[in-house]
Structure formats: C-alpha cells, structure tokens
C-alpha cells in the first residue's frame, strides 16, 4: 500500500512515515507530497492507501492547516496516531567544525528550540531562518563556513558532519503525527476517538456538552477551539476521548450530543499511540 | 503617552493603533516595534505606557505568540479589546494597469483571503509570498510588471494605484487586537475578563472548572487550549469571560477556582470592544 507523507525527505514527518511503515510490518511504499491539503486530495483521489500528518506539538500547539482539512473532509478518518520525539542535531560538511560555523541554517522554530545551546556554543554566528530543516541541510553539503541545525535522518541522507547531538533546549518535546485513511481502525480496547462539533450560542453550552462526557466517565485528552471561519467570536471544538465509537457508552454519549451541537463530525477511532502522554481533562 | 505597535508601517496592527488613538482622544504617540515580544519587553520595562498586539482572527485563529507571553508575564495586563475588519486591495505603481501585472507578491495569508479574485482575475500571474503586506507594498513602488495586495493605508502610504478594493473572499474576517498596560481597567458595566489555568490532571477537571462559571450564570466567550510546553498532552486553557474581575460574582468563582487548578493568573479585565461579535460558549 502507498503511504503519503510530508517531504521532502529527511524531516520529521519523514521518520514518522518510516516509524509507522514498520509498525505496520514493512510492506508500505512512502510517497512524498510537498503539502498537508496534497496528501489529503490525494487520499481522497484513492492515489494513496493512507496519508500521514502531523497534528500537533508539544512547544508549538496544533498544526492549524490539519485540524481545518480533517474538520471539512468528508471521506478522511484517522486510523493510527504516531508519536515521535523531536531531536536537534549541529551538522555541516565534512572537514568543518564548529569552530568554522559563519552561518547556521534552520528552521525558525528550530533556532527557538536551540536557543540555550546557540548562546552558549554559536552566539556571534549568523542565524538565517530557512523553510525547512532538509533544504537547510542541503544549503551545508560544501564547506562554505555554514552548519545547519536538522534531525538525525537528514544528517544521514545529505551524508553531513555531525557537530552535536541532541542540542535542543527541552527533551521532552514530541510532535503527534496521525495516519489518515479512508475507515476508522478496529476496536483494539485501548482506543482513542476524535470528533469535531461546534455548538449553539448560549451560556453554559460548552459545559453543557462536556457534561455528556463527564457524566459517563468518558476521560478527555484534548480540547482544542479554532475560529469557525464566519465571524470572530464563533468557534468549533475537537476534542479527544478515550474509547472507541463502537464502545457503548460512547454510541450513547454522541446519541445525547445530538440535540445539543450544530455540527458534529467523527475523525475516527485508533489505538491509543503515547502511553504515559495523554493528561486527563 | 507612548503606545508600542507591531510595525512597520501599514500594516492591520498600524490601522488599529491609530483607532486605539482616536478612541483614547488623540493624545497617543504611536512607536513601532519590530516584534511581539519586543512590545512586551518594552512595557515591562516602562518604556512605553501602553502596547497593542494582534490576539486572534476569525479566520487564522490565535496568535500564539502573544498568548505564550501574555501567560508567561506577570506585569502585563490586558487593557482593552480593539477589533479591525481585515479588508485587501489591489495595488501597483501609478501607470500601471490589471493588464500589466506579471507579479503579485503579498503575504502567504493574504493570497488564501483572495483566492476567488486572484483565481478569476489573475490566473496567470506569478504568486510571489512576502513576509509582510507592507513590505510587498515597497516592491511594488516602481511599475515594473508587478503589484500587491495590501491594506488601504499602506496603499496611501507608499503612494499606490488602487486597481481593486476589497478583494478579500470573506467580508466578516476581523482581527482582534488587545491594548496592553501595566494595569486593568476601570469597571464600566460592558466588561470581559481573560484568564489563564492549567488544571490538574484527571478526568472530568476541565468539566468541573468550567462548572465554576456555569453555576453562577457567567457567560464564557472564548476558550482556548494551548500547550503548557512541558509534554504532549499537557495544556495551559485560556477563557475569556463577560464581566469585571471586580464584580462579586467574578471574584466568588475566582476563590472556588483556587482549589481545582495547578496555575491561575489573571490577564486583565477590560470594556468589550466588538458589540454583537462575541459568542456565548
């Protein structure tokens, strides 16, 4: 089955597609498509089997362009959530060392997550943000003075010098890719599901529908607003359980929230991905 | 008085300075900033009186930024509420003509905002994404083939043919913009409070806080999740709530509120700027 994932190669959402691809016993081919809305037309089209996105992280938030497309899609599911850690690595060309560095190449984002490092070891450096951390490593392949900052799958495919390890500030940051595809998966008992809905404007009516959930001792993992798209002040909401659609008390807490949303949506029910990651809300 | 706004000039965060400006008398000296943070930092330090940062659009939702900062602050507090419509207009050199252009350069939201004008009018044209609107509108100063899509004051600053106004698809996207200070409001009788909390970790938490509220009829206009930056899962939620943080009620469910989370800071209590614009949740 043909995979989709975010390119080009060497990112994050490149190691996620290979982490998952094993899990699934190795017999998926990775498709690269340069956008999140690609990967999504793609699924849809039945070019890919599945798609992988990321949906969020644990500095930065939600990975707004996702939630929107899984919020108007009609035919996407997600089957499987995929945690990975997220690890920043000094590399250049081979023969330079860090003594050599004139230029740092990144990510914004990045260059924020590396900050007490970059002070401490590259503060007269210049930074020059870039769009990605793989172009960044492609802008490194000559020994011109420039180091980039890039994840450990990137250092290997453009064959760099590892300068540093693991230079990131926090070492708990992790990114929450999911697998999207065409049907939710099957019970497996530890389940988690993903709905979104927005509701009717009135006092207490969020309240109102976390109740349905609390009620029932359904835990919640993640709520998570964004603008409807109409008018300012006008949300929707996703929120993750914990369980499966088929669960019972679930079939009967979305019977209840019927008559108390304008809009609801199922994203889908997959195994639980991160142990020990789920807070309960 | 000096008022910081997130420069350069041009820009939705110049229009509502100066309609903070107008609101407050006229009496405000306007100074650009390069940055959210910088605003911030700025305040804290008294170099300004008072700083006006973007907080969410309807379209694009939050601004991370400066909700990260307005929770990791402890001197600023939100002053007042100022909400801009976000309009686009088509612009160029004087000379030039829609038949002219061969580039188009605006920031990369902007094009999304556009997408039925520039697909209907502009199908050919070369997409060219800047960092800012204001910063296309000075590549466009010379008729060179090229134009931007920009706002009405930038147009009139950098002296700009119009060639289309108001060219945006949605006609209700608003931004709205927070004044900050060193201090709250006085109470007026048509107040908001924002707040900030993480609460413990258990199922049903977030049910029982927004209960807090719910129970005393105060109504909730804005709830938003954020990560705590700490791990996956893991959220700071911040509320908008109508009211002062000086009236009985506010102040009754503040103390109930003390026992059931980890972290609880006030961000300012202030008039409500966008009559008819606000949600009850």
Known sequence: MLLGYLGPRGTFSEEAAIKYS?????NLDLREYPAIDQIMEALCKKEIGQGIVPLENSLEGSINITLDLLASSREIFIYQEIICPVTHHLVAAPGMEVSDIKELYSHPQVFSQCRAFINQNLPQVKKIPWHSTAAAALMVSWPLGRAAIVSRRAAGIYKLKMLA?????????KTRFVVLGREDHKITGEDKTSLVFSIKDG?????SVLGVFARRGINLTRIE?????KS??????FIDLEGHCQDHRIKEAMCELEDQVVFKKML???PRGGHGDDYNL
């Not at 094993?22 to 190795?26: I, L």
């Not at 390890?165 to 940051?173: A, K």
């Open 225 to 229: 607003s964004r603008p409807a798209r």
């Open 165 to 173: 390890s693991h230079i990131q500030d926090n070492n708990g940051n």
């Open 268 to 270: 889908g029910s997959y």
């Open 232 to 237: 300012l002040g006008d949300y929707i909401f």
């Open 22 to 26: 094993q899990q699934a016993g190795g």
């Open 203 to 207: 006092a207490g009516s969020l309240y």
